[in-house]
């Protein structure tokens, strides 16, 4: 069966910002999650969900996150497994939902062009990443139909990462290295 027209499809952003950000020096998401959202956003994604952890008080005081369903992680130092858990069960309960686009806050290089070339993939049964020189990174686009499984998996810091390995024979590969950077960042 081929997968239904991309006008058919809204795939929500989703931004792991949970993570205490050690170190960086403190958590990351005061500082990137406005720009996070905003790429989301300009890419196409429709709704967004942020999850926080460390920092979330002063993230809350300082990124305009009016739209935005924000999703508390208490469990965040667990890593990013269990924020991961926490926003893709958040969009369980959006059935019109058909997929997620799944973003870091702290990969300031990736752009709106990158996450549209993303969601020109996607569709509930999809597994599509960006790709940056031939090496996979983020976003990466999860469809409906892993999420389950996706939930299960996810522990610790590897969030995705074992499903994905596990079924990259399924997994697209988009190039986004023309339009974005793949880094995180990981110290001031």
Request: charged share 20%.
């Amino acid at each position: 069966m081929d997968p239904p027209d991309v006008a058919d499809n809204r795939v929500a952003g989703l931004v792991l910002a949970g993570g205490a950000g050690r170190r960086y020096g403190g958590p990351k998401a005061p500082v990137f999650l406005g720009q996070a959202l905003r790429v989301l956003r300009d890419g196409g994604c429709d709704p967004l969900i942020a999850v926080l952890g460390a920092g979330a008080h002063r993230t809350r005081a300082v990124v305009d996150l009016a739209g935005v369903r924000v999703v508390d992680n208490p469990g965040w130092a667990e890593g990013m497994g269990s924020s991961l858990r926490l926003g893709l069960d958040t969009a369980t309960r959006m059935p019109d939902v058909s997929a997620v686009c799944v973003h870091l806050v702290d990969m300031p290089g990736v752009s709106p062009t990158a996450v549209a070339r993303l969601l020109a993939q996607a569709h509930a049964g999809c597994l599509t990443r960006a790709g940056y020189g031939g090496e996979p990174g983020h976003p990466v686009v999860l469809g409906r139909d892993h999420w389950a499984e996706v939930i299960t998996a996810a522990r610790g810091d590897q969030g995705a990462r074992g499903y994905l390995r596990r079924h990259a024979a399924h997994v697209t590969v988009v190039e986004c290295g023309d339009v974005a950077a793949g880094y995180d960042i990981d110290e001031r």
